[in-house]
C-alpha cells in the first residue's frame, strides 16, 4: 500500500506560480510510477503530468507544457508539479497519483486526497 498526501495548493493571480508536493509514504519496496491528475467544477479528470520512474522521461498534457515542471526527490519520496504562468483554466483540485504498471499505461491504483488550485483573473 502507498499513501499519497498532496500540499501546496491556494489561490493565486493569473500569471502567478505555485509548486505542489505530494508526499509518497508505505511500501517502498517497488518502484512506482507517479503523477498529477486535476478534475476541474463540471469536467472530467484530466492527467496532467507523468514522471516515469527511469528518471528521464515526462509526459505532459499539451496545454501546460512550457508552463509545468514535474520532478521526483527519490530520497525523501516526494513528486512536486512546479506550475508557472498559471491561467483561470489550470483552475481545478489536483491530485497525485501512483500505480507499478501506470507508465505502462495501465490507470494509477494509488491517490491522494487532492488539493485545490484556485487562479483568478
Known amino acids: 500500500q502507498v499513501q499519497l498526501q498532496e500540499s501546496g495548493g491556494g489561490s493565486v493571480e493569473a500569471g502567478g506560480s505555485l509548486r505542489l508536493s505530494c508526499a509518497a509514504s508505505g511500501s517502498t519496496v517497488s518502484p512506482y510510477c507517479m503523477g498529477w491528475f486535476r478534475q476541474a467544477p463540471g469536467k472530467g479528470r484530466e492527467e496532467v503530468a507523468r514522471?516515469?520512474?527511469?528518471?528521464?522521461?515526462?509526459y505532459y498534457v499539451e496545454s501546460v507544457k512550457g508552463r509545468f515542471t514535474i520532478s521526483q526527490d527519490n530520497a525523501s519520496k516526494t513528486l512536486y508539479l512546479q506550475m508557472n504562468s498559471l491561467n483561470p483554466e489550470d483552475t481545478a483540485m489536483y491530485y497525485c497519483?501512483?500505480?507499478?504498471?501506470?507508465?505502462?499505461?495501465?490507470?494509477?491504483?494509488?491517490w491522494g486526497q487532492g488539493t485545490q488550485v484556485t487562479v483568478s483573473s
Open positions: 514522471f516515469y520512474y527511469d528518471g528521464e522521461r515526462r
Open positions: 497519483a501512483a500505480g507499478a504498471s501506470y507508465c505502462s499505461g495501465a490507470p494509477p491504483v494509488f
